[in-house]
C-alpha cells in the first residue's frame, strides 16, 4: 500500500468497518477512501474483504453492500423479517396499489415529474408522491428550467437497500405496474441475492 505499508491490513479493515458502522447511511467510497487516506482502488479491495470476512461468519446478521458507488453495512437479506419486528411499533399503514404504481413509474423512468407520472397513471398522483417523500422511497432530484419549474424525482438508496439492489440497472426487465405488490418483487430480488452470495 505504498506510504502505508507500516499499517496493518487488518487495521484498515477494522477502520473500514468502523466507519460504516458509524455512518449507518450509505457512504461514498470516495468519501471512505479519504477517511482511509488511501485510492478508490485501495479501498475497494478492504471492502471486498471485509465482504468475505461476513460471508465467512456464519453467525454475524451483516454484510457489506455496495451500490451506486457507495459503501453499506447492512443486514442480512434472510434476516429481513426479523429486523422488521423493530418497526412494527410505528404502525406505518402499507403502501396502497396507487402508491406502488407510482413508485414503479419513477422506479424505470427516473427521473420524471409529477406531470409525467400522471401521464402514465393518467390520475393526479401528487398526494401519493409526497407519501412516498415520508417513506423515503423517492427524493426530489432537481429542477426543470421549464415553466413553473416543475421538480424531478429518483427512487432512494433506501428503495435499492430494501430490495437488495446495486442501482436501477438491477430491476428486472418486466412491467412493475403488474406486480400487485412489491413483496413479489422483493422474492425475485431476493433469489437474486441469494445467488450472488453463493457465487461469491
Known amino acids: ?11 484498515l479493515i477494522s477502520a473500514l468497518e468502523a466507519v460504516l458502522f458509524a455512518a449507518g447511511d450509505p457512504l461514498e467510497l470516495d468519501l471512505a477512501s479519504r477517511i482511509l487516506e488511501l485510492d478508490a482502488e485501495q479501498t ?3 471492502v471486498e474483504q471485509l465482504q468475505r470476512k461476513y460471508l465467512r461468519d456464519r453467525q454475524s446478521g451483516l454484510i457489506i453492500r455496495v451500490m451506486n458507488n457507495k459503501i453499506l453495512l447492512s443486514t442480512k437479506p434472510s434476516l429481513k423479517e ?5 418497526y412494527r ?3 406505518r399503514p402499507a403502501l396502497s396499489q396507487a402508491s406502488y404504481e ?3 413509474v419513477i422506479a424505470y423512468n427516473q427521473p420524471c415529474t409529477r406531470a409525467q407520472v400522471e401521464e402514465v397513471r393518467g390520475v393526479n398522483s401528487d398526494g401519493i408522491i409526497t407519501r412516498l417523500l415520508d ?12 415553466p413553473g419549474r416543475p421538480a424531478t424525482f429518483s427512487v432512494t438508496d433506501h428503495f ?6 446495486k442501482s436501477t440497472e438491477d430491476l ?3 412491467d412493475f405496474v403488474m406486480y400487485k405488490t412489491l413483496d413479489e418483487l422483493d422474492k425475485q430480488f431476493q433469489s437474486k441475492i441469494e445467488e450472488n452470495e453463493i457465487d461469491k
Open 1 to 11: 500500500m505504498g506510504d502505508r505499508d507500516l499499517r496493518q491490513e487488518s487495521e
Open 44 to 46: 475497494l479491495l478492504l
Open 82 to 86: 426479523m429486523v422488521s419486528r423493530l
Open 89 to 91: 411499533p410505528q404502525n
Open 102 to 104: 407510482t413508485l414503479a
Open 135 to 146: 417513506r423515503n422511497l423517492i427524493r426530489e432530484e432537481g429542477i426543470l428550467d421549464l
Open 160 to 165: 435499492l437497500i430494501e430490495f437488495g439492489l
Open 172 to 174: 428486472p426487465a418486466a
